[in-house]
C-alpha cells in the first residue's frame, strides 16, 4: 500500500529536522545566546493581537525546532508548541533545555488536536509556510479556532499565495495554483534552509479560502494585511532585497504581495 500523503509529509518533516539547526536559517547557536528569533512583521503582528506576551499562554502551532516559541517564552510567555515530526520536537526540547526555557511540546496532527488544548490559549502563534501543508484548511481553523479562550487571537502569518504561484520572473513562469485543486507532489533537493533530498505534497489556499475558513471556525476577523515586501525571502522565485535589505517581488514596476497577517478573535 503507498504512503498517504500525510506519511509522505512526515517523513520530508523528520528528514528536514534531522539537518535543521546546524544552518545559517537555523542559528542555533545565535538563539542559545540569546537572540530573537521572530521578524518585525511577527513582532508586530504578536503585538496587535495581545500585547504583550508575559503572563500569556502561547500555542506555537507547528512549531517545527521551537525557534519563536523560546522566543516567546523569554519574554515571559507560557508556551505550548505543537508539531507532528518527533525529530523536530525532540531537538526543540533540548534547544530549550539548552536555552534554559520551559516549554510543553505536543506531538499532535494540528487538524485533530487534543482535547486538552482545548480553550487554553491566549495567542494561537503561526507564521511562515503553515497553510500550504494543510489539506484541508477548514479542519485546520476549526482545530485551532477550539484551542483558544473566549477573546484569545489567532495570528496568521503565512506567504501570499498570488506570490506562491511564481516560479521565476526572468522570464515569467508559474510553477503553483492560487487556489485550493489538490495536492501537489514535489521532488525537493533542498528544505529552504539546507540541501536535502526529499518528497513532499502541498496545497494551494487562496485568500478567500483562508478569510472564509476562519469565519466559519467562529472567529471574527480583525485584520487582514497583504504585504509588499518581507524580511526574508519565503519563496526563493526571484523576489530581490532592496537597499532597506527587505525583499520584493516585482513584475516590472508593480511589488506583487510576498505575504499577509490575518489576525482573528474568538468572541469573547
Given at each position: ?13 523528520n ?78 526540547r ?42 484541508d ?38 510553477q ?7 495536492p501537489?507532489?514535489?521532488?525537493s ?75 482573528a478573535?474568538?468572541?469573547?
Open positions: 500500500m503507498p504512503p498517504s500523503d500525510r506519511d509522505i509529509n512526515l517523513a520530508n518533516w528528514a528536514w529536522a534531522n539537518v535543521h539547526g546546524q544552518d545559517s536559517y537555523y542559528d542555533s547557536a545565535s538563539l542559545i545566546a540569546g537572540r530573537d528569533s521572530l521578524t518585525d512583521l511577527e513582532w508586530a503582528g504578536v503585538t496587535e493581537a495581545v500585547g504583550e506576551v508575559a503572563g500569556r499562554d502561547v500555542l506555537h502551532v507547528q512549531c517545527h525546532l521551537a525557534f519563536d516559541g523560546i522566543t516567546l517564552a523569554r519574554r515571559g510567555a507560557r508556551v505550548t508548541g505543537v508539531d507532528f515530526s518527533p525529530t523536530a520536537l525532540a531537538k526543540a533540548d534547544l530549550a533545555g539548552l536555552c534554559k526555557v520551559h516549554l510543553d511540546l505536543v506531538e499532535a496532527d494540528v487538524t485533530d488536536l487534543p482535547a486538552g488544548l482545548r480553550e487554553r490559549f491566549d495567542l494561537a502563534y503561526a507564521t511562515i509556510g503553515i497553510l500550504t501543508w494543510i489539506a484548511i477548514d479542519a485546520w481553523m476549526r482545530s485551532v479556532a477550539g484551542t483558544l479562550r473566549p477573546g484569545g487571537s489567532l495570528l496568521l502569518i503565512d506567504g501570499h499565495p498570488l506570490s506562491g504561484m511564481v516560479g521565476g520572473t526572468d522570464p515569467l513562469t508559474f503553483f495554483p492560487y487556489a485550493d485543486d489538490g501537489h507532489r514535489f521532488e533537493s533542498w528544505s529552504y534552509a539546507v540541501e536535502v533530498s526529499t518528497t513532499n505534497v502541498q496545497y494551494a489556499h487562496s485568500l478567500g479560502e483562508v478569510v472564509t475558513a476562519a469565519a466559519g471556525a467562529g472567529l471574527r476577523i480583525r485584520k487582514l494585511v497583504e504585504h509588499l515586501d518581507s524580511p526574508l525571502d519565503a519563496n526563493g522565485n526571484g523576489a530581490r532585497p532592496g537597499d532597506d535589505g527587505r525583499f520584493q517581488l516585482r513584475f516590472g514596476d508593480y511589488p506583487v504581495p510576498l505575504l499577509y497577517t490575518l489576525i478573535d474568538r468572541p469573547a
